[in-house]
Structures are given as C-alpha cells and as structure tokens.
C-alpha cells in the first residue's frame, strides 16, 4: 500500500484554542470546520487533533473518562462525524489522539477499580501495597512529586505518571488491552486518518523494575495492536516517545516489524536543560548543538526501512522562534528559517497551529495567570523547597506549556477573532499585529513560505525521498544541506543565528525558495541574520 503520510504535511490543531463557534470562550469543533477552509488554503493533508473525548480536563483532555463520547464543551458526536466528512470534502484527513497509558480517574473502569480489591475492573490499573508504610518506591510523576498515590478505601497506592487523576493503565492486562482495541477500531470505522499515540513508549512499563519507558513488552503491545486495529487500513499512526534514540525510532517505523508509522522525539528539548536535572533547570543554548541534533536525526535513521517525522513545535513545547530564534526585529525572517530547514529534511512534516503565522511565546507576571498543570504544580513544589519566586515564573516563560496554548491569533478584533467573551486563556497581546488576517493580505508572509514549502513537498519527489548529505565544511551557525534524488540536487542553507555568517561552496544555484532577496551565486557570500534559502544545483 502506498504510504500517504510519506507525501503529507500534518497539522496540528489544539482544540481548545482554535476557534469558539458559541461564544464559551473555549474552541469547539464547529470551530475547527469553520476554518477547513484556511487550512485547505495553507495546503495541510491531515489535521491531528488533541484530545476531544470526554474529560474533566485536568490536563486539557489527556485525562479521559470516555474514549467514545465528546467532551459537551467541544460538540457532540454529530459535530465530530460532520468534522471528518467536512474535511474530506477539503482533502484533509483527521488524526485523532490516542491516549491510553492512562485515563481519567473518573472513567468508568477507574470509579469500579476503586470499589475494592476483588473489583472486575481493579486489575487496568496498577495497584500495590504500601513498603514500610510508604510508597512502594521512588517513581515520580511527570507533573510533580511521587508517581504513587494512596488509596484509603482499600489500603492501596494506585501508578500515575501524570497527575494523580491520571491512573496509569496496566497493560498487562489482557481483557483491558482487547477493549482499547475495540475502542480504537470504533474510531477507525468512522473513517479517521490514524492516530497520535500519546506517551506510547510508557506502555511497557514494569514499575516494580522501576521501568517506565521502553519496557520489553512495549514493542510486543504494539505489534499486537497493530494487527487487531490498524495493520490492514490506509492510515498513519506516530507514536510520542521522548526517550526514543534513532536505533529506536527505527524499531518503531520498521515496516517489516508492523508497529507504527513513525515517532515524535524530542532531543532537542533537552539541550537547554542542565544535565541530569528537570526541564526547567535552564542553561544556555547552543546553536552548534542544535545542528548536531538535527543532523543526527537525518543521517542516523535509514529511511528506506523506517520513517521519522519532522517538527517544532507542539502543544507541551514553547514556540520555536521564542526558544531558538528572534521573536522581535527578526521575527519573520527566523520563523521563515527554521520552516525551511525544517520542511526540506527528510520526514513528515508537523505544523502546530499558529506556527505558520510566526505566533510567539507569551510571559505572565504571576503564577494566578498560569493555567498548566505542570507548570502550576512544579511552581507549588520549588516554592515549597525554596525556591526564588522569580526564578520560576521565568522559568515558566521560557518552557511552559501554555505559552502554546494561547488562542489562536485570526485577526486584530476582540480576543484576536478566536471568541465573542474572555477566552480561557487569555489571547497574547501581540494580535494586533500577528494575526492571520494580516499574514493572508501579505505576499510575503510567513504563511505563504509554509504554503510554498508544502506545495514543494507535493511536487517534487526529491523532498519526500532524496538523500540527506551535509554540507560539512561550514560554521557552527551555519546548517547547509543537499537532497538528492537520482540526478537531481538541491541545497539548503540556513543562518541559524542573529549575526551575519560566512557561506563558501562551488556549486550553481537556481534560487527556489528563500526569505532574503534571492541569490545566484553561492562562492563566497555573507548570509544576513536567519537568511535560508532553497535552491537547485545546476551543472
Ligand atoms: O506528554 C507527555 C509528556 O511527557 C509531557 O507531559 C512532558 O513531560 C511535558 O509536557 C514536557 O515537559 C503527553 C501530552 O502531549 C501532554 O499534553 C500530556 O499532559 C501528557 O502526555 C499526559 O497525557
Ligand atoms: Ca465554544
């Protein structure tokens, strides 16, 4: 079968901040088919969409307590079958999240669970009994403090590696694994595009071995998934995988092996971060290891026995030209850049909504303007150990969740045309100026580059399947690289920096795409601040 989501470019859509249709302040999936339209525009093949089941939404919807209904505040299930169809007719295929290393703590199998130990229901979750009075060991969950939490009715800690409304599901369990199965099929009979597979890698997990990712029967669960969901249907599925290394993002994407399409990994979210510590134990960045990162990823995957996707920015991570580049005087040209660099590797590409029209991080002032959980409950712990106040707001606005979160930036009206009332979370005050209103009216708008960078990848199979070879002999700030397909090459270069930069080759070049007036020659020039540019080498 021929592999779509190798030729497409994945959009991202958040849904609780793209588009309010009823005036709720939160996005809606009305919401999302009014803007099919823009997105057609933009070029996008498939949307994945966050979290819209049923939920509390003490994770914004990654705390699910009924995988087959609509959370009320999003729609109801018509909106969502009318949502695919709607998007068909616009050539766009929905993705939706798959998340199932854990649930709601009130879904339905969690509140039977609880009822006791000889309960049908106690054995999907991860129940043990109390070492020394205490918890069993010393796992931590992501969002703060012990990975356990004791249960008084039957004497029990219960596994999160989220929050603590977030029971970890046990995937030994076979009876459990079968219902996932089923309930991902019912998803698949609507005819989906395929699924975003939150924390997949924490499946196998065996937390009496202290092992949370890449258990040894993770690999075994996913092969066993794929032959009773989506092996034999024309979708794509990647999988979200923080600890993955190249050799593992090849066990993944292995045709031959029947898991998943592809992974999201995340190296370099780490390269800010100090060795050893949490996300938000800040050192500087460094444009040279940034390079090695992307580089690795190109060269260090075979792509003709596996497959790897390509992206910036989502809804855990701050926005790219915040973190990386210039999100000031440089704005436009950096967020040009790294859509460039990016779009021209090889992979499927993922855009984040608001990505394509340069939307920036958002700092607040106090934790009452923080919605998170993870940043709120990390704020709650280091203010209890000591911590300078200061230190972690900034924190916060450097790597905190909902600098991406923000609603989207349609135009320069109330609330930046996302809704009537106050949203949710309240809009960055920077709409004004950076909306999409203004990014269509203007030829040379970021948008238009991520436009022309899918149009690219839809025409032209060097994009999709040329090698990847590294132009060597160039500074730390300079990422130059070649694509190559039988007899066709093109190079890509990039500033990376702020600063001006030396570039010296002896090939001739046709100008395809760029952000700077086009160049005919590349001897020996100066790149300007994030100047990137795509061109053909002809003989
Ligand atoms: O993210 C997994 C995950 O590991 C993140 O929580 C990560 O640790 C953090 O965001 C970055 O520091 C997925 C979802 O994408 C995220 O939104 C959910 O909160 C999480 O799983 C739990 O479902
Ligand atoms: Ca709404």
Redesign the pocket.
């Known amino acids: 079968m021929a592999s779509w989501w190798k030729n497409a470019v994945v959009y991202q859509v958040y849904p609780k901040s793209f588009q309010d249709s009823n005036g709720d302040g939160i996005g809606d999936l009305q919401g999302i088919i009014s803007r099919l339209d823009y997105l057609e525009k933009l070029g996008i093949d498939a949307i994945w969409l966050s979290p819209v089941y049923q939920s509390p939404g003490v994770?914004?919807g990654?705390d699910i307590s009924d995988y087959e209904a609509i959370d009320p505040q999003y729609g109801t299930m018509a909106d969502m079958d009318e949502l695919i169809s709607k998007a068909k007719e616009h050539h766009i295929k929905i993705v939706m999240d798959l998340?199932v290393?854990?649930t709601s703590d009130q879904h339905k199998w969690f509140v039977e669970a609880k009822k006791g130990k000889d309960n049908q229901y106690r054995d999907y979750y991860i129940w043990r009994d109390p070492v020394d009075e205490h918890e069993p060991n010393d796992l931590k969950s992501?969002f703060s403090g012990s990975a356990w939490k004791y249960d008084e009715r039957s004497g029990q800690y219960y596994l999160h590696f989220?929050a603590d409304q977030?029971p970890d599901l046990n995937w030994q369990n076979t009876e459990l694994r079968q219902k996932i199965y089923n309930m991902m099929n019912f998803w698949l009979d609507k005819g989906i595009g395929g699924f975003r597979m939150?924390?997949i890698e924490l499946i196998g997990k065996d937390p009496d071995k202290n092992i949370r990712e890449n258990g040894p029967m993770l690999h075994p669960y996913l092969q066993e998934m794929n032959k009773a969901t989506f092996g034999k249907r024309d979708v794509m599925t990647v999988g979200?995988t923080?600890n993955a290394t190249p050799k593992i993002a090849e066990e993944y994407s292995d045709p031959d092996r029947h898991e998943l399409s592809m992974v999201f990994q995340f190296e370099n979210q780490s390269l800010d971060q100090q060795p050893g510590k949490e996300?938000w134990d800040l050192k500087p960045l460094d444009l040279g290891e940034l390079k090695k990162v992307l580089v690795k990823w190109q060269t260090k995957i075979d792509f003709d026995h596996a497959w790897n996707s390509l992206f910036w920015e989502?809804?855990?991570?701050p926005r790219v030209i915040s973190r990386w580049g210039n999100d000031q005087e440089y704005r436009v040209q950096c967020a040009k850049m790294f859509a460039i660099i990016l779009h021209m590797m090889h992979g499927t590409p993922y855009i984040f909504n608001g990505e394509e029209i340069g939307m920036t991080n958002c700092p607040v002032k106090n934790i009452d303007e923080v919605e998170d959980i993870?940043s709120i409950n990390m704020y709650n712990e280091r203010l209890a150990e000591g911590y300078d106040e200061e230190e972690l707001i900034h924190a916060i606005n450097v790597k905190g969740?909902d600098n991406a979160r923000r609603p989207m930036q349609w135009n320069d009206e109330k609330n930046a045309g996302f809704s009537e009332v106050d949203p949710w979370l309240s809009v960055n005050p920077n709409y004004k100026d950076i909306n999409v209103e203004n990014a269509l009216a203007d030829p040379n708008s970021i948008f238009y580059t991520y436009q022309k960078l899918i149009k690219l990848r839809h025409e032209n199979p060097i994009v999709v399947d040329g090698d990847f070879s590294l132009v060597s002999n160039t500074q730390d700030a300079v990422l130059a690289y070649y694509r190559i397909l039988n007899d066709k090459k093109w190079l890509v270069v990039a500033n990376l920096s702020n600063e001006e930069q030396n570039f010296v080759s002896n090939d001739q070049i046709e100008t395809i795409l760029s952000n700077y007036p086009e160049r005919n020659n590349v001897q020996n020039i100066t790149l300007k601040p994030y100047e990137a540019f795509i061109s053909k080498v002809i003989e």
Do not use: P, S
């Open positions: 994770d914004n990654y998340v290393n854990h992501a989220f977030q939150d924390v979200e923080w996300k989502n809804h855990d991570i993870e969740r």
